[in-house]
C-alpha cells in the first residue's frame, strides 16, 4: 500500500510534549537563538497531555532550606543508599528554584505564606494550584516558536554509522507516515505503566497511579537504536488510596496524617524496624516494604489515619485533590466518606517504571550533558536513567539542561542532517504499518476477533498475566526469584520473538494500542534481565528476592546496565560504577 508521507527537518527534534520536553524547546529557543528550528512530535494533543494532563497540588523538588548537596543527600536517602547519579541530580538542584520561579512568572498559581515566601510542605515540597499545569508547560513551547506536531506516534528512531539521525511514526488520525530528521535528538516521552496487571479490570484496567498511556516508549526505542540503558530493577510500587490510586503525599506530608494497621498502631514508629529507619519520614522502599509485610501479617487493612492531621488542613483536602486527583472527591462524595471522620485506606497499586520519581530507569547518559552513547541522542524526563527523585519541577529543570547541552552541540559540532536511506526508510515504514497491514489479510473472525492473528488487547493481557504472575506483581508481593524470572524470559521472549508477527490493528486506533504493547514487551525484556542480573535485595518492597534477600555491596554497589544486541536478541549486561560526590553517610539525610 502506497501511504502518504510527511517529511520534516528540525535542528532541534524533541520526542515528546510533555512535562521536560515543553522546557526543553523553551530554553533552546533562548539558547538557540531565533533561527533554531525546533520541532516537537506528540502522541496526544500537547496542551492536555502527559503526566502532568490531570494537574497536580505541589511541586515535590524544591529546596526550601539547604542547599543542592542537601537535596542529593536527601535523594540518596530515600533509594535507601542505593547508588544514584549524584552528578545529575545535583546539577537539576542547582537550577531547579530558578526554574519555578520562571513557571511562575508564566502563570503558575503557587500558594504563598503572608510573608510571601512559598507554602512549603516539608523541606522539599512546595503547594501550587496546578490544575492548569499542562497548558501552562505547553503554551511555553508553543510561544518559543516550536513547530508542534501532534497525533504523532513515534514508533521508532533511525540510526545511521552509529549516530542518531531522526525517527518514523505516523499519523494517528491520518493515517500518514512521518519520516523525521534532527541535527540532534531529544527523547522524553514518559516511562512505562500497564506492564503488569493491574487491580482493576474492563472500563476500569486504566485506573492506576501512574499515567496509563505512557507506555514504555523512551525506553524501547532508545534501547533498539543501541543505547546503554540502567535502573529496570528499580520499581516503583506505589502505596496510594485504595481503589482511586491517587496520591498519598498529600495525606502524609500535606496534613500529617500517620500510617497507622487494622489495629490502629502506627507501625512505622511503634516497631523499632521502621523507627530506627526514620518513622514516617523512612525512604520509600521502607514504608514500602513495612505495607507489605503488615498486610503480609493480617493486620491489614493499612490506613492513612486523617483524624490525627492536622484539622485545619484536613478540612481543606477535596480542595488539594481537585487540583490533582478529582475522581477522589467523587469517590469519597459517592461513598459518603469524611477523611476528618475516618481513616483512608490505602493499598499497593502495581508497579511502574519511569526515571524521574522514585525510580532510575533509563539511558544511561555521558556526564551532565543528557547525552546518551549514541551520538547526537540525548534523554530528558523519565527517559533519564540513574537519577530518581525529579518529579515535575526536576523535570523542568531537567528538559532546560538537555536543551542548553543540545544548543551547544549544535555549536561547537558544526552538525548537519545525516542522509536517509531510502531503502531503510521503506523497511522502516512497512514495520511501523505491519498489524495494520497483517489484518487486511486476516479471513476468518469469531466474535469480531480475526482467528489468524492476535488483537492488541489479547497480547497486552497475556503480557501483564506473565509479569504479575513471574516478574513480581502486586499478587506476589513483589516477590521474584531466578526460576520465576526464567519463566518470565520464556514467555516475554516467546511473545517478542513468535507471537508479534500475528499482532493484528484493524484500525489506526489499534495500531497505536499494537505498537503500545511492542514497546511495553522491550521493556519487559529490560525488566527482567535487569532485575535478574542483580543478586541482591538492594531495593526492599520494590523488588524482593527470596533467593538472594540481603544487600551485596561488593558486587552490586554500582549501577547494572545493559545493551541490546540485535543480531542476537539479547541484551549485554555490565555495571557502571557508583561516584559519590556529597560526602558523608548514604543513608542519612544532612539536613
Known amino acids: 500500500m502506497t501511504r ?7 535542528d532541534v527534534l524533541i520526542i515528546g510534549g510533555g512535562t521536560a520536553g515543553c522546557l526543553a524547546a523553551y530554553e533552546a529557543r533562548q539558547a538557540g537563538g531565533p533561527g533554531l528550528k525546533i520541532v516537537i512530535l506528540e502522541k496526544a494533543f500537547i496542551r492536555h497531555s502527559g503526566c502532568l494532563s490531570a494537574g497536580m497540588n505541589a511541586l515535590n523538588m524544591y529546596l526550601n532550606q539547604g542547599t543542592p548537596e ?17 552528578d545529575i541530580l545535583l546539577s537539576v538542584a542547582e537550577l531547579v ?129 543501541g543505547a546503554k540503558m540502567t535502573g529496570f530493577e528499580v520499581r516503583i510500587v506505589p502505596l496510594r488510596t485504595k481503589d482511586t490510586y491517587s496520591p498519598t503525599g498529600t495525606l502524609a506530608i500535606g496534613v500529617g496524617a500517620p500510617m497507622v494497621n ?45 483524624r490525627r492531621g492536622d484539622p485545619a488542613r484536613v478540612a481543606g483536602l477535596k480542595g488539594q485533590y481537585l487540583d490533582m486527583s478529582p475522581i477522589l472527591v467523587l469517590y469519597w462524595g459517592a461513598h459518603d466518606i469524611d477523611p476528618s471522620r475516618e481513616p483512608i485506606e490505602i493499598d499497593a497499586g502495581d508497579p511502574h517504571i519511569c526515571g524521574a520519581h522514585v525510580g532510575s530507569a533509563g539511558a544511561w547518559t555521558i556526564g551532565t550533558s543528557r547525552m546518551t552513547t549514541v551520538d547526537r541522542l540525548f534523554v530528558s524526563g523519565d527517559a533519564l536513567g540513574g537519577a530518581p527523585s525529579r518529579f515535575i519541577s526536576g523535570s523542568w529543570a531537567c528538559g532546560r539542561l538537555a536543551a542548553r547541552s543540545m544548543v551547544e552541540y549544535l555549536k561547537t559540532g558544526n552538525l548537519e542532517f545525516l542522509t536517509l536511506d531510502p531503502a531503510l ?30 488483537v492488541p488487547q489479547d497480547m497486552e493481557w497475556r503480557m501483564q498475566a506473565v509479569m504479575e504472575e513471574y516478574c513480581g506483581g502486586r499478587s506476589r508481593f513483589f516477590y521474584v526469584n531466578e ?38 514487551l522491550d521493556v519487559c525484556h529490560l525488566v527482567i534481565e535487569h532485575i535478574d542480573y542483580r543478586k541482591e535485595t538492594r531495593f ?19 549501577f547494572v546496565t545493559s545493551v541490546y544486541d540485535p543480531a542476537t536478541d539479547e541484551l549485554i549486561m555490565d555495571k557502571e560504577p557508583y561516584v559519590q560526590i556529597v560526602p558523608g553517610d548514604r543513608r542519612k539525610e544532612t539536613i
Open 262 to 306: 487494622a489495629l490502629g498502631e502506627a507501625f512505622m514508629i511503634d516497631r523499632e524496624e521502621y523507627a530506627g529507619l526514620g518513622g514516617h519520614n523512612a525512604p520509600t522502599l521502607i514504608r514500602v516494604k513495612a505495607f507489605c509485610k503488615e498486610t503480609e501479617e493480617h493486620r491489614g487493612p493499612i490506613y492513612m489515619d486523617t
Open 70 to 86: 542537601d537535596y542529593v543527600a536527601y535523594a540518596r536517602y530515600d533509594m535507601h543508599g542505593a547508588p544514584i547519579r549524584e
Open 540 to 558: 526492599p518492597g520494590s523488588v524482593n528476592r527470596t533467593d538472594y534477600p540481603d544487600v551485596d555491596d561488593v558486587n552490586f554497589d554500582c
Open 4 to 10: 502518504e508521507r510527511v517529511y520534516i527537518d528540525a
Open 483 to 520: 526460576t520465576y524470572l526464567a519463566l518470565a524470559r520464556k514467555h516475554v521472549n516467546h511473545m517478542r520473538r513468535h507471537q508479534l508477527q500475528y499482532l493484528v490493528a484493524k484500525d489506526l486506533h489499534d495500531l497505536q494500542l499494537a505498537w503500545d504493547v511492542i514497546n511495553r
Open 97 to 225: 528554584n530558578d526554574t519555578v520561579a520562571l513557571m511562575e512568572k508564566q502563570g503558575l498559581p503557587i500558594k504563598k505564606k503572608p510573608d510571601g515566601s512559598y507554602f512549603n510542605r516539608g523541606k522539599w515540597n512546595i503547594e501550587i494550584n496546578g490544575a492548569l499545569l499542562k497548558p501552562i508547560t505547553a503554551s511555553m513551547a508553543m510561544e518559543a516558536g516550536a513547530e508542534v506536531y501532534n497525533r504523532v506516534y513515534v514508533t521508532d528512531l533511525i540510526t545511521v554509522d552509529g549516530k542518531a539521525a531522526g525517527c518514523i511514526g505516523f499519523g494517528i488520525r491520518d493515517g500518514k507516515t512521518y519520516i523525521a530528521r534532527g541535527k540532534v535528538i531529544l527523547v522524553c516521552s514518559g516511562g512505562a505503566a500497564g506492564l503488569w496487571r493491574p487491580r482493576g479490570h474492563g472500563d476500569a484496567h486504566h485506573r492506576i497511579w501512574y499515567y496509563p498511556f505512557n507506555t514504555g516508549a523512551s525506553y524501547a526505542m532508545c534501547k533498539r537504536a
Open 425 to 454: 526508510v521503506d523497511a522502516c515504514e512497512k514495520r511501523v504499518f505491519a498489524p495494520l497491514d497483517r489484518y487486511a489479510r486476516c479471513d476468518f473472525f469469531t466474535n469480531g476477533k480475526p482467528q489468524n492473528g492476535i
